[in-house]
Every structure is written in C-alpha cells, then in structure tokens.
C-alpha cells in the first residue's frame, strides 16, 4: 500500500483540502478547519480525557512526556476507540499528504495546561535541512474553545521558510545544525519568550482543527484561567522518519483489528516486512514533548 491508495481507499481526495489551505499552508505555515468534530464526538472525548487521566494522574504522558503544569496523555488509540474519529479527518490527512507526500502518524498527545503554565520560549518542533525539507504536520484538535485567557498557541506566519530556531534536543534527530546565514541571524530574538514582530495569538472553537507545519515558529503561552483547554495533538511524519510513539512497540490486539487495513498502514502497526526500506534512525532518543 502507499499514501495515495489509503487515501483514496478511504474516500479522501485531494480536494479536502482546498487550494486556499494549501494557499495558507505554504504561506503562512498554517490553517483553521472548524467544526471538524460534532458536539457528540467532543462530548465523548472529553469524557474519555477524563476517565483516562484519573486512571493515570501525575504518570499521564509517561509513554512520551511527563510534563510539570499539565495534564497529558498520550498512547490514546491503545487505551480507547473515542479519538478513532480524528484519524479519519478528510482536511488533516489531505493536508498532511500535500505536505509531506508518503506519511504516517507520528503521535498523539492529549494536553490541557494548569493555570499559571503553559508559557514556552519561541522554538520549531523539528529541523529541517533545506527550505520545504519538512518533517511533520501538527493538527491541533481542539477538545474545547481556545481563548485569549487559556493559553494560545503563539505562532510567527510564514516562519515556517525561515532557518530552525531552538529545536528540542530530542527532535534534532540525525540534524546536525548548521551556521546561520547573516539574514537568518538577524531574525532571532536575544530574548525567545519577549514578543515577536508579527506574531499571532490563534484562538478557535471547540471541534476546530489547526492544521501546523511543524517547522513553523510558535510556542505555548500562559494560560491565565481555569478554563479546560484540552487539545489532541495529532501529528504525522515522513514515512522515511521515525515515529514520536512507535505504535507497533504499544500495539494491543484491540486496536489492531479495529483498524482497517488502511489505518493500520497510517499507524505503521503492520509487523515489517523484507523490502520495507529503511528507516532513518536518529542519533539521539526521539521521545520528547511537542507543544
């Protein structure tokens, strides 16, 4: 099987996303689809969000990503059939597929930041080697509004195009960094966490879908009140690049025969097979938080 064929298996063509996304993707690095969920589905996952976090408390994330100042899960297809939804949302996986070509998720992390955390220094989630050398796509899956008092994402348009500005050490992969150019150089700030000229609060309602390039500049900001802010990030990758969770290593018999065909092609949770090709294996652990 290959992307394409998936795709079209599952009645996703390239018109889900339109030419005015594709527009804002390369542009600007970024989308909004709104109502991608139904009020049901939410109502569902964030009962789930729920039930799952008071199972696992202060250990949530621990598959991925401990993370102080917020409530996270991750390995969530594993533990309930309640986000099945997302992996089956025409605009993110089109948009995905015109991104990166052949893909495959690469994670998904449930996260709702505590009051008075969140804030993050303005950083990419990876590298990349060249211009349009990119890695990931995030989908930002809001399980409830995100407002100007819960802590926006911070994004800079069109950073994406700009040189890779403070990546996680655990996503740097085999990326060896390189001198920055005197124009390059020029646009990073002496202070990350200072506001930045241009830069954009996005807000959106529950059920919306904020589709990233991942190599866009953003960072988290302090969430201000009580409100849950629960997002399902849901990213994916390069089929040549390592998965964030390996699903295949946390694969349970449940989720394997759910799936369909497909999916399980998505998830990357058929056993691998002689002519599979070769992966490129980081250097370094590739377990770490994405915001």
């Known amino acids: 099987m290959y992307t394409k064929q998936a795709l079209h298996n599952l009645g996703i063509s390239a018109g889900a996303v339109s030419a005015r996304q594709k527009e804002q993707l390369d542009r600007d690095g970024y989308f909004v689809v709104n109502d991608a969920l139904s009020a049901s589905e939410l109502s569902a996952m964030r009962d789930e969000f729920e039930r799952i976090h008071a199972a696992e408390k202060d ?22 059939n ?51 050398d990119w890695w990931v796509i995030n989908a930002m899956i809001m399980l409830d509004d ?18 890779p500005i403070n990546v996680p050490y655990v996503n740097q992969g085999d990326w060896e960094p390189t001198p920055l150019s005197p124009e390059d150089a020029a ?22 879908a904020i589709i990233c390039n991942s190599s866009m500049w953003h960072s988290g900001t302090r969430k201000n009140s009580d409100a849950h802010r629960r997002m399902l990030h849901l990213t994916y990758t390069r089929r040549d690049l390592p998965q964030q969770l390996v ?27 002689s002519g599979d090709g070769i992966l490129r294996q980081p250097k370094r652990d590739h377990k770490g938080w994405w915001n």
């Open 247 to 273: 699903q295949l290593d946390h694969l349970t018999p449940d989720l394997y025969h759910r799936m369909s065909p497909e999916h399980r092609y998505l998830l990357e949770i058929e056993p691998p097979k």
């Open 187 to 208: 646009r990073v700030p002496k202070d990350l966490d200072a506001p930045y000229p241009g830069e954009l609060l996005v807000t959106a309602k529950a059920g919306a």
């Open 82 to 132: 309640a986000f099945d939804k997302c992996l089956n949302l025409p605009p993110v996986l089109a948009a995905a597929h015109y991104l990166l070509g052949e893909i495959k998720v690469h994670g998904a992390n449930l996260r709702d930041p505590v009051k008075g955390y969140g804030q993050q220094s303005l950083h990419v989630d990876v590298p990349k080697i060249f211009d349009e």
């Open 146 to 163: 995100m407002t100007l008092e819960n802590g926006p994402t911070r994004i800079i348009p069109g950073s994406q195009h700009w040189a």
């Open 59 to 80: 250990q949530g994330g621990h598959e991925v990503h401990v993370e102080p100042g917020a409530r996270r899960i991750s390995n969530i297809f594993n533990k309930t």
